[in-house]
């Protein structure tokens, strides 16, 4: 059995944590607040952010980075995507030999347009970074906490670590699959949320299922457009990371993108609807990275160009949709093999 570090005690690093112990692995959780932690320990229990559940016992958090990385094999990072540097510069200072690092957020950074595994690449030296791996795929923590069955995909440049970590994670409750095209697998989970914002505020606006299925559709075709260009492979996009990911995110009242893009629709400000969260929305910012790397590389965007503007430009919802409706007249099928240059 092997020693796994998880880095983020919200609701996803949770999750993976009882995933992990299940499988019989000794999980060291790390939070940053000693209620939580103490919480997890004496109470087995993380009720802000999985209220009802029961964990296992072999779930030892602590707050001490240190103490939770010191014997790991593998380490889990499952921060928000705004946090990942900060925390990714105190870790540096806590290993001493190469270590696997997977990571489970979905995120782009603004600014940079940074993926998290190149985040992750640039902010640890080689001399402590064994490999990278991504986990993502249609996965709520409400539903992977309760043992619910639940399909994702792991991806990293080294097959042999994707492998490893496919191992590490699989049961019966929670299938493995692997992919190479880490391009593809990161950029879709980062830039469904996006597309799930549109959805909930779609719905929020009191619009039915025929405008929900436009948006995965047209949703899907703009995420393969920007991810076929920046590298990724077309097929990613119609797996679990791509479409599968759209799927769950776009039609499950689990989901904090789309509930935040319903309060939205309802004609709730952005502040207030981040503040009544109390969780990360993701796709908040990524709609401003995906935003702006979109209009560097020319590749065409409508959905997130018309969320960005509803975001930080003050466009009301309904406009929003008025004006996706009214674009000029187009052909539905690309092919975005073509669109690689
Ligand atoms: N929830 C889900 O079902 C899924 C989430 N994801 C992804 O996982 C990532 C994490 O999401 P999730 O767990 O849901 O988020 P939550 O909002 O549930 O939890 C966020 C966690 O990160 C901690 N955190 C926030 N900022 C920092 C920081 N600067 N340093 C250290 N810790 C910090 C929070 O601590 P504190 O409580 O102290 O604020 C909290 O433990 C996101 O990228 C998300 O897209 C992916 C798949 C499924
Ligand atoms: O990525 C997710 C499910 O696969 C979680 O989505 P939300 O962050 O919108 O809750």
């Not at 014997?71 to 889990?76: K, P």
């Not at 935003?291 to 590749?299: F, H, I």
Request: glycine share 8%; net charge negative.
């Amino acid at each position: 059995m092997d020693n796994v570090a998880v880095l983020g005690a919200g609701s996803w690093g949770t999750a993976l944590a009882i995933v992990l112990a299940d499988n019989g692995h000794n999980v060291s959780l790390w939070g940053r607040r000693e209620d939580q932690v103490n919480e997890i320990n004496n109470d087995h229990k993380n009720e802000k952010y999985l209220p009802g559940v029961e964990l296992p016992e072999n779930i030892q958090a602590t707050t001490q980075l240190n103490e939770c990385v010191k014997e790991a094999d593998t380490i889990v990072l499952v921060t928000p995507t705004k946090a990942m540097r900060e925390v990714l510069g105190q870790l540096k200072n806590e290993l001493s030999s190469p270590v696997t690092i997977v990571h489970a957020s979905k995120g782009i950074e603004p600014g940079t347009y940074k993926r998290i595994s190149e985040i992750i690449e640039e902010e640890l030296p080689e001399s402590v970074l064994d490999s990278v791996v991504v986990l993502s795929g249609p996965s709520h923590a409400e539903e992977v906490s309760l043992r619910q069955p639940t399909t994702v995909t792991v991806s990293s440049v080294n097959m042999k670590a994707a492998e490893k970590i496919q191992d590490l994670f699989i049961n019966q409750n929670f299938r493995v699959y692997t992919n190479p095209d880490v391009v593809g697998v990161e950029l879709g989970g980062a830039l469904k949320n996006i597309i799930a914002l549109g959805a909930g505020l779609s719905d929020g606006l009191g619009y039915g299922d025929n405008a929900k299925a436009a948006l995965i559709t047209r949703g899907l075709a703009e995420i393969a457009r920007l991810g076929t260009h920046m590298g990724a492979n077309p097929l990613t996009f119609s797996g679990l990371t791509g479409i599968g990911d759209l799927i769950v995110t776009c039609t499950s009242v689990h989901s904090r993108n789309w509930r935040a893009g319903n309060m939205l629709g309802k004609g709730m400000k952005l502040e207030d609807v981040l503040e009544n969260m109390g969780m990360v929305v993701e796709g908040v910012r990524t709609t401003q990275a995906a935003y702006e790397l979109s209009k560097r590389e020319e590749v065409e965007m409508p959905i997130t160009q018309v969320l960005y503007d509803v975001l930080f430009n003050n466009k009301g919802a309904k406009q929003a949709v008025d004006d996706l409706m009214q674009r000029s007249r187009t052909h539905e099928v690309e092919d975005v093999s073509s669109l690689k240059s």
